[in-house]
């Protein structure tokens, strides 16, 4: 992957990862809008598109709000999104691996944002004598401080994983022996048992939700008969 393409993704990894939870979570972040992203910036936006979907299948059971811990989606759908893209349409095992080095990329930073509110933390702490005076520049200096981290944060992992999983899937690629066929049905049997356990877990507690679930379900199915 040459740096004329990385410089985009990076700057895009870093974009996304800031959507997540920072700014301004207008939910481009999510895997089937970022990975989209990430093939167009490669060329190739309806590989960015297939890797989205699926990992969408696993994100849905992602609910990015309070405290709690979580993969960070949108800068690993970038990587997801760029590592398919980069390889030939149709390429045995391109799918399965794209998906692994996201899943591997969102797991990373996930710990990663833990890690920065951490930081935060500190530096809220170190702020507090001012923030509790009224002190608006302190304000200020803390939330584009966290900001500009955040993006930082976002660009780094999403650079990381580029620069080690290219060269891992390329060579991998080079000793796959599954067809295409199989390695991309066993990938989307897999994660379509994740999508359904996580809609199973979205839904069951709600009567309502369940048959607007069905309702919707049903309607998708219908436009794809008729199509």
């Given amino acids: 992957m040459s740096l004329e393409t990385l410089l985009p993704l990076v700057l895009l990894g870093a974009l996304l990862g800031l959507d997540v939870v920072s700014f301004p979570q ?48 949108g800068s690993a759908a970038v990587v997801g999104g760029a590592l398919f893209a980069n390889q030939p349409t149709g390429r045995a095992g391109a ?12 797991w990373i930073g996930g ?12 530096r809220a702490r170190a702020a507090r004598e001012r923030v509790d005076a ?16 955040d993006l930082l944060r976002g660009g780094a992992i999403t650079a990381a994983a580029l620069l080690l999983f ?35 877990n979205l839904f069951h507690p709600s009567h309502t939700a369940k048959w607007l679930f069905a309702g919707g379900l049903a309607a998708g199915l219908l436009l794809l008969v008729l199509r």
């Fill in 166 to 200: 290219v060269p891992i899937m390329q060579a991998t690629l080079g000793s796959w022996t599954l067809a295409p066929d199989v390695s991309r049905a066993a990938a989307v049997t897999m994660l379509a048992s994740v999508a359904v356990a996580a809609c199973w």
């Fill in 26 to 73: 207008a939910m481009v972040s999510r895997p089937i809008a970022a990975a989209t992203l990430a093939g167009l910036v490669m060329g190739a936006p309806a590989s960015g598109l297939m890797v989205g979907a699926a990992l969408e299948l696993i994100a849905l059971d992602t609910l990015p709000f309070g405290a709690s811990r979580y993969p960070e989606w």
């Fill in 95 to 106: 799918m399965t691996l794209a998906v692994l080095g996201s899943l591997a990329t969102a």
């Fill in 111 to 122: 710990g990663s944002m833990v890690a920065l509110r951490r930081v935060n933390a500190r």
């Fill in 134 to 149: 009224g002190s608006w520049p302190a304000v200020r200096q803390l939330m584009l401080g966290g900001i500009a981290l």
